[in-house]
């Protein structure tokens, strides 16, 4: 009686049969799968028609289609998703945005199923904008203590301003505007819209360029698009000026100094140094800065709380779902239990663009804390989760590709992210999924192809074009370019921007099905 009622609930769930039918059910699998944006989903489920497109890929990923060529939605997998978010059956839907998205959960999930053939739970904790080093810091990891020799040991280099006259020829032309913008305010301060670069050393000085002045207006326009900033408070540019400058304008000796600064400036060949006042940039100006710096303290000190408050609502989002999986999973047989078989980490863009924490990024061992930071990281959840040798799949940083041996900033990142995997205590439970393998360089190369294409519409409309005319014209321009295989391949296979992997579910699906056969490949071991 007891088996035959377990399978009149198993029919009425909807659930398969195959695990109520076993003499000696295995535990339910389940799978954290943790991150930033790329692990939340970003890529539209539409995009799936472009694996299909050819035949090698169709052939490839078979496994995410039905027999009518629809995606494949699992009865025996389950997501599970943290804040709110959606949760339910296996289907490519839950990603974020607008619209049908997914991420590495749905391949995963599919491949697991495939090798496992048994039920599988996934919680996902990701979120968009997080880095390992504020908002997933592992709580053991103190200060990072650099290695000696270490280029983060290397004090910054201060370079007193030459002795005026400072030279009154710099190497620049008229018309020169860096590629990489960086915002020079905070919200405290008025000064939106105030952008500007760094450019290198120039005539034995490391300026900052000024992209773009403040839309605020500041008596006699201190700051305008053009401008080069060679020094602060009789100090010159160090070798990271913006640093330098948020120092300045609102690290720790803007709340406890008297918010005047001097500043060296050339302008249009002409260089002089004045006096500026912070407190201008602010509403009410010096009369409101005792209250100013207030709140900038305490909002210090609340940062400081939330150090690794992700960390921290991750471990405590996946303990309240295995202590209440038959809510996220209604087929869960309680008599078999669980097995916290496996955590997949799929992070590392906020880390790999953030100058404060990694100074020397762009040297080799420049982002060795990334490394110090996720081994805590791994050790902390095996703590927290009572797993010790929990299987971790690291997936490494791929936008844009893979670097082996590292030739630039993108390369060092990786291979300080792929180096926790080699360390002795993680031998044979740690293993890299180098997704930058999975990048579509012709997807990137169409792509940039359009991009310039399409700056032939505003050319055509400078010639006087315009409404139908235009359209017509470009029309003609962009099919002498782009062909109707490459159009259709545009618009089936990009849905999100290149750090979000394109959108591509061609590249989401081939590193979500590496991440399947590496855990795989560590639970034979």
């Known amino acids: ?145 650099p290695p000696p020799g270490h280029p983060d040991l290397i004090k910054k280099e201060v370079m007193q301003p030459p002795m005026l006259p400072i030279p009154d020829k710099l190497d620049i032309p008229a018309d020169y505007v860096p590629d990489k913008d960086v915002k020079l305010s905070r919200r405290h301060m008025g000064l939106e819209g105030f952008k500007g670069a760094e450019i290198g050393k120039l005539n034995g000085v490391s300026p900052i360029y000024i992209l773009s002045a403040p839309k605020q207006t500041l008596k006699g326009d201190p700051f305008l698009q053009g401008d080069l900033i060679l020094g602060i408070d009789v100090s010159g540019m160090r070798n990271d000026p913006i640093g330098q400058w948020r120092d300045a304008f609102y690290g720790s000796s803007a709340i406890d100094g008297d918010w005047m600064i001097k500043i060296t400036r050339w302008r249009k060949g002409q260089i002089e140094t004045f006096d500026f006042d912070i407190c201008d940039t602010i509403e009410g100006g010096r009369a409101k800065l005792p209250g100013q710096i207030e709140l900038m303290k305490q909002a210090a000190i609340e940062k400081e709380k939330m150090t690794g408050s992700y960390y921290r609502d991750m471990i405590q989002y996946t303990k309240a779902v295995l202590g209440d999986i038959k809510q996220y999973d209604p087929g869960y047989n309680e008599a078999a239990g669980y097995e916290l078989a496996g955590f997949v980490w799929f992070q590392g863009y906020d880390d790999f663009v953030d100058g404060g924490t990694y100074p020397n990024r762009d040297k080799p061992r420049g982002y060795e804390q990334y490394t110090w930071l996720l081994e805590h990281f791994i050790r902390d959840i095996r703590k927290d989760l009572n797993a010790p040798k929990l299987p971790f799949v690291i997936g490494v940083l791929g936008v844009g590709g893979d670097q082996d041996p590292p030739t630039d900033q993108l390369g060092y990142f990786q291979q300080a992210q792929a180096a926790v995997a080699q360390e002795p205590e993680f031998e044979g439970t740690v293993v890299n999924v180098r997704t930058g393998k999975y990048w579509d360089h012709q997807l990137e190369a169409l792509e940039t192809k359009s991009l310039e294409i399409g700056k032939k519409k505003a050319e055509l409309n400078d010639q006087g074009l315009e409404g139908e005319a235009l359209k017509k014209a470009y029309a003609e321009y962009r099919a002498k370019h782009i062909t109707p295989l490459e159009e259709g391949i545009l618009r089936k296979g990009i849905s999100n921007q290149g750090y979000h992997y394109l959108g591509s579910a061609k590249i989401m699906c081939g590193l979500g099905k590496a991440f399947a056969e590496a855990m795989i490949d560590i639970h034979k071991k």
Request: include cysteine.
């Open 1 to 145: 009686m007891k088996m035959k009622f377990t399978l009149l609930v198993a029919i009425a769930l909807g659930y398969p049969l195959s695990a109520f039918c076993q003499e000696n059910p295995k535990p339910l699998k389940v799978y954290v799968l943790a991150g930033q944006s790329n692990m939340t989903g970003r890529v539209a489920t539409n995009t799936l028609e472009h694996i299909k497109m050819f035949p090698d890929t169709a052939k490839e990923f078979a496994a995410l289609f039905d027999k009518e060529g629809n995606p494949v939605e699992l009865d025996e997998v389950y997501v599970s998703q943290w804040k709110g978010k959606d949760s339910g059956r296996l289907a490519p839907r839950f990603g974020y945005g607008k619209g049908m998205r997914f991420g590495p959960e749905y391949p995963f999930g599919v491949y697991m199923h495939e090798a496992l053939n048994e039920p599988i739970l996934i919680i996902k904790t990701a979120e968009g904008g997080k880095s390992l080093n504020y908002d997933f810091r592992p709580p053991s990891a103190g200060a990072w203590p």
